[in-house]
């Protein structure tokens, strides 16, 4: 039986159901739930999709081939339906991660003085350390090419960008701390 759903599916309205809607929502609906909870869905999620997945089969013109195909049909959209929750909630999950560092950070500030102080603290670093900091955070190059380019094997490479981003952080604490 499926349940009410928190939110509606957006700006749905829902044609009239053409005959044997019923009673294929009936045969497929426990099969096309239970594949989504395999999926991961928990059981409110899973109700949700659910109804959607039948949406787009209203909204689609879908046509009864077989039960098979049908399946088949019902399958795919319940997984892009997924999917496409799990897009959503994942970046709703980073931003509001985001959200706390800044707070946690900057509180109410502008953030300039945490700028400031990593201007600083990058200013200082060794010149091979920040080649490799730039090479592999903010130009996202291959470990395996920053490391032959520095003349270092990738556990080396790793080991200087792990001490050079522990110095950093150390560096950008003392800064912002002490207000230098």
Do not use: N
């Not at 509606?8 to 497929?28: C, M, N, Q, S």
Request: aromatic letters at 4%.
């Amino acid at each position: 039986m499926m349940t009410e759903p928190r939110m509606r599916p957006r700006d749905v309205e829902a044609p009239e159901p053409p005959d044997g809607v019923e009673a294929l929502v009936r045969r497929h609906q426990a099969a096309v739930w239970r594949y989504l909870r395999v999926l991961g869905a928990d059981r409110e999620t899973a109700d949700e999709l659910l109804q959607e997945t039948f949406v787009v089969l209203l909204r689609g013109g879908f046509e009864v081939r077989s039960d098979a195909a049908t399946r088949g049909y019902l399958r795919e959209t319940a997984r892009r339906l997924w999917l496409g929750d799990r897009r959503r909630r994942r970046a709703v999950r980073e931003v509001e991660e985001a959200d706390l560092v800044w707070h946690g950070a900057v509180g109410e500030g502008d953030g300039q003085e945490q700028v400031e102080a990593l201007r600083r603290c990058l200013d200082g670093l060794a010149p091979r350390a920040r080649t490799a900091l730039i090479a592999c955070r903010v130009e996202e190059r291959r470990r395996d090419d920053v490391a032959a380019e520095l003349g270092l094997e990738v556990e080396g490479l790793k080991t200087l960008l792990r001490r050079t981003l522990d110095g950093l952080r150390d560096c950008m604490t003392r800064r912002t701390r002490d207000g230098r």
